[in-house]
């Protein structure tokens, strides 16, 4: 009986060469941050053109018929792949030359796929390509395939839902407003507008979680952190079940952030309204100047998710809905007498919630719910090793905030070392917010002598 071909020349991996009006169909990969062809790992008992038609599908959307081999390297083997149907692209160029695919129903779109594009070969950087050193072997693989037609479409609204479409002609009027203003100022609202997604970054809780254990202690610190857990897995559960993607993927022009994936509800409007709603209660406030300033600031932050293109209005207002009833149960739950509900104090609430987020792991084995359930792990051990009281000068805040932040661009770093490799990405990724997590706990812990 003959061995497969993999075990008979150790072949590891195939790629599909897809060449369509003479361009090349590249995806843009969220794991290891660069842009890589359809290929992936042959699996089991898979014979290569079976591995390279799946990955195809899985990462692109496209269905391919595999044909003749194109080249080799000592680990992978590239295909010639016709698209069974029409391909269907944007007509709109980015500032790479590129043209991007619509691929929101792609398996693996939002988990390891951030977008589709067909772009000339003259125009990608080697150094941006995953494995930069066999450049020179996709180049030749691209000469030898066969060419297709492509369909170019100015956009997809159509495809949209029907309150979908709604809003994305409310988005483009916006657009159009803002662009028909004088060129300095119309460039001028642009940056205000897009300033906003800096709320929606993960820098701010590198800021707020320190400064809220030093002003408002322990209790009250993991209270909010056990907060934004169920707010974060609900969000991330709801947009699993109900797969609604953002305005960018009907009219790739729309999309200015890096935000990826759907977006009901949306997480970042979620997360902030959680925050807020607690924060709000424990300081007592009415209707002041303080929580006026928070309100502007929710709306800054919404409106840059609209006018990004990151987020629908839907989508935000279910989000900023959802933040405020989980924070709003978990201060009714702790106030009410008869149940007598402690977060700080309740060893089998954290590990509730653990339990969840790992079975969502299996359910949705995907890195956004591995990322979760490795930070609730961490912030599990940390609510039994950190003190009853956490007390910070201004001096050691300072630092801890410095030391995080220094951390969290390191950890970037030593991702960025290992993009070539899917699984060295997942595991710095995985290991991101558990190492802060660690670093805080350390700082907390630590008492600087007075000396």
Same mark, same amino acid.
């Given at each position: 009986?003959?061995?497969?071909?993999?075990?008979?020349?150790?072949?590891?991996?195939?790629?599909?060469?897809?060449?369509?009006?003479?361009?090349?169909?590249?995806?843009?990969?969220?794991?290891?941050?660069?842009?890589?062809?359809?290929?992936?790992?042959?699996?089991?008992?898979?014979?290569?053109?079976?591995?390279?038609?799946?990955?195809?599908?899985?990462?692109?959307?496209?269905?391919?018929?595999?044909?003749?081999?194109?080249?080799?390297?000592?680990?992978?083997?590239?295909?010639?792949?016709?698209?069974?149907?029409?391909?269907?692209?944007?007509?709109?160029?980015?500032?790479?030359?590129?043209?991007?695919?619509?691929?929101?129903?792609?398996?693996?779109?939002?988990?390891?796929?951030?977008?589709?594009?067909?772009?000339?070969?003259?125009?990608?950087?080697?150094?941006?390509?995953?494995?930069?050193?066999?450049?020179?072997?996709?180049?030749?693989?691209?000469?030898?395939?066969?060419?297709?037609?492509?369909?170019?479409?100015?956009?997809?609204?159509?495809?949209?839902?029907?309150?979908?479409?709604?809003?994305?002609?409310?988005?483009?009027?916006?657009?159009?407003?803002?662009?028909?203003?004088?060129?300095?100022?119309?460039?001028?609202?642009?940056?205000?507008?897009?300033?906003?997604?800096?709320?929606?970054?993960?820098?701010?809780?590198?800021?707020?979680?320190?400064?809220?254990?030093?002003?408002?202690?322990?209790?009250?610190?993991?209270?909010?952190?056990?907060?934004?857990?169920?707010?974060?897995?609900?969000?991330?559960?709801?947009?699993?079940?109900?797969?609604?993607?953002?305005?960018?993927?009907?009219?790739?022009?729309?999309?200015?952030?890096?935000?990826?994936?759907?977006?009901?509800?949306?997480?970042?409007?979620?997360?902030?309204?959680?925050?807020?709603?607690?924060?709000?209660?424990?300081?007592?406030?009415?209707?002041?100047?303080?929580?006026?300033?928070?309100?502007?600031?929710?709306?800054?932050?919404?409106?840059?998710?609209?006018?990004?293109?990151?987020?629908?209005?839907?989508?935000?207002?279910?989000?900023?809905?959802?933040?405020?009833?989980?924070?709003?149960?978990?201060?009714?739950?702790?106030?009410?007498?008869?149940?007598?509900?402690? *977060? !700080?104090? #309740?060893? %089998?609430?954290?590990? @509730?919630? +653990?339990?969840?987020?790992? $079975?969502?792991? /299996? =359910?949705?084995?995907?890195?956004?719910?591995?990322?979760?359930?490795?930070?609730?792990?961490?912030?599990?051990?940390?609510?039994?090793?950190?003190?009853?009281? *956490? !007390?910070? #000068?201004? %001096?050691?805040?300072? @630092?801890? +905030?410095?030391?995080?932040? $220094?951390?969290? /661009? =390191?950890?970037?770093?030593?991702?960025?070392?290992?993009?070539?490799?899917?699984?060295?990405?997942?595991?710095?990724?995985?290991?991101?917010?558990?190492?802060? *997590?660690?670093?805080?706990?350390?700082?907390?812990?630590?008492?600087?002598?007075?000396?």
């Amino acid at each position: 009986m003959a061995l497969p071909l993999q075990a008979e020349t150790g072949i590891k991996g195939a790629v599909c060469i897809i060449k369509a009006d003479n361009r090349l169909v590249m995806v843009d990969e969220i794991l290891t941050q660069r842009t890589s062809l359809p290929a992936g790992t042959i699996d089991g008992a898979e014979t290569p053109q079976e591995t390279a038609q799946r990955e195809a599908w899985e990462e692109t959307g496209l269905v391919v018929t595999v044909g003749k081999e194109l080249a080799r390297t000592p680990q992978a083997v590239y295909f010639d792949c016709q698209s069974d149907s029409d391909i269907i692209a944007f007509s709109q160029q980015d500032f790479n030359g590129a043209k991007s695919l619509p691929i929101w129903f792609a398996p693996h779109y939002g988990i390891e796929t951030s977008a589709a594009k067909l772009i000339e070969p003259s125009q990608v950087d080697a150094s941006q390509y995953r494995y930069p050193q066999e450049w020179g072997t996709v180049l030749t693989a691209f000469q030898a395939a066969s060419n297709q037609p492509v369909q170019y479409v100015a956009n997809l609204f159509d495809a949209a839902p029907s309150f979908h479409q709604v809003e994305l002609g409310w988005l483009t009027a916006l657009k159009n407003t803002i662009q028909q203003l004088p060129a300095g100022l119309a460039s001028l609202m642009d940056v205000l507008i897009l300033t906003g997604l800096e709320l929606a970054s993960p820098w701010w809780l590198l800021f707020l979680l320190p400064v809220v254990f030093a002003q408002f202690g322990r209790g009250f610190g993991f209270k909010l952190i056990f907060t934004i857990g169920v707010t974060v897995l609900m969000a991330m559960v709801a947009q699993q079940g109900v797969q609604l993607p953002a305005p960018h993927v009907y009219m790739p022009s729309l999309h200015l952030s890096e935000q990826v994936g759907f977006s009901l509800p949306n997480v970042a409007l979620a997360l902030w309204a959680a925050v807020v709603v607690l924060v709000w209660h424990q300081l007592g406030w009415g209707w002041n100047r303080q929580s006026a300033l928070v309100t502007v600031f929710a709306v800054w932050l919404g409106l840059a998710q609209f006018y990004s293109g990151s987020a629908f209005l839907i989508d935000l207002l279910v989000g900023a809905v959802l933040g405020w009833l989980c924070a709003w149960h978990i201060i009714r739950v702790e106030k009410d007498p008869k149940i007598g509900f402690s *977060v !700080t104090q #309740s060893k %089998g609430t954290w590990a @509730l919630l +653990v339990l969840v987020s790992g $079975v969502m792991l /299996m =359910l949705w084995p995907t890195p956004n719910f591995m990322y979760l359930s490795a930070t609730l792990v961490s912030l599990f051990i940390a609510s039994r090793v950190l003190p009853s009281e *956490v !007390t910070m #000068s201004r %001096g050691h805040l300072l @630092l801890t +905030v410095v030391g995080l932040v $220094v951390g969290y /661009m =390191l950890l970037g770093q030593i991702q960025s070392l290992v993009s070539s490799s899917n699984f060295h990405s997942l595991l710095v990724e995985a290991f991101r917010w558990p190492t802060l *997590v660690a670093l805080f706990t350390l700082s907390a812990v630590y008492k600087p002598s007075k000396a």
